[in-house]
């Protein structure tokens, strides 16, 4: 296989994100905040010719992926696969909230995060990654030799890079957690994965 580059980014701010709701599958708009800093990661993007984009197709990835493609002839492709984790009924909720009233599931989402289940009420680590991982190599089956950027979520992007480091899911959390519009760059060589920049915030720093 070609060498092929993946940036994988993180979308922009939230209303949720502000108001320390949980996400997932549900959804909140960029703030005038994450909409800037999607600005900025575009500027640092700027020199970078993308043959194809794919964004979650939650809408707060799919308004990062307009800004980070503005002059671009290119459109990003919605993704189901590139969703966040859905975390069921936790999801509109401030995280005090989840925590006081499922203090086990969320003490094992955090510290414990193979032991995390959230049955029939949305998705385990586990049942995300391979959603994920099955994405991820379904585009890269189509992009040898290609530069591709990928918009999607923090666990999502946590769980994607466990499983191109072939972490099991207790290390899930090693390495920096990605912040709003973190960066990762993975490169592809005859079916090796390389992590070249994980989580990087460096644009945001004015």
Not at 53 to 78: K, M, Q, V
Not at 141 to 170: C, N, Q, Y
Not at 186 to 202: I, L
């Amino acid at each position: 296989m070609n060498r092929a580059r993946f940036y994988l980014c993180r979308h922009g701010q939230t209303e949720w994100n502000v108001e320390s709701r949980i996400q997932g599958w549900g959804n909140s708009p960029l703030t005038l905040k994450g909409r800037h800093q999607a600005e900025l990661l575009s500027k640092r993007l700027a020199d970078i010719r993308f043959d194809s984009a794919y964004s979650s197709s939650c809408g707060r990835a799919l308004e990062t992926a307009d800004i980070l493609l503005s002059g671009r002839n290119l459109t990003a492709i919605p993704t189901d696969g590139l969703r966040e984790i859905s975390f069921g009924d936790w999801e509109s909720r401030r995280y005090e909230e989840v925590e006081r009233d499922f203090p086990s599931e969320w003490h094992a989402f955090w510290k414990d995060p193979s032991r995390f289940r959230r049955n029939d009420r949305g998705e385990d680590f586990s049942v995300a990654r391979k959603r994920l991982s099955d994405c991820f190599q379904d585009i890269a089956r189509l992009s040898e030799g290609k530069t591709v950027l990928l918009v999607t979520h923090a666990v999502a992007m946590k769980l994607l890079l466990s499983w191109i480091l072939s972490r099991p899911i207790d290390r899930l959390w090693e390495g920096p957690f990605p912040g709003e519009t973190a960066l990762t760059l993975v490169e592809c060589r005859t079916h090796a994965w390389n992590v070249v920049a994980e989580a990087d915030v460096s644009h945001l720093e004015e």
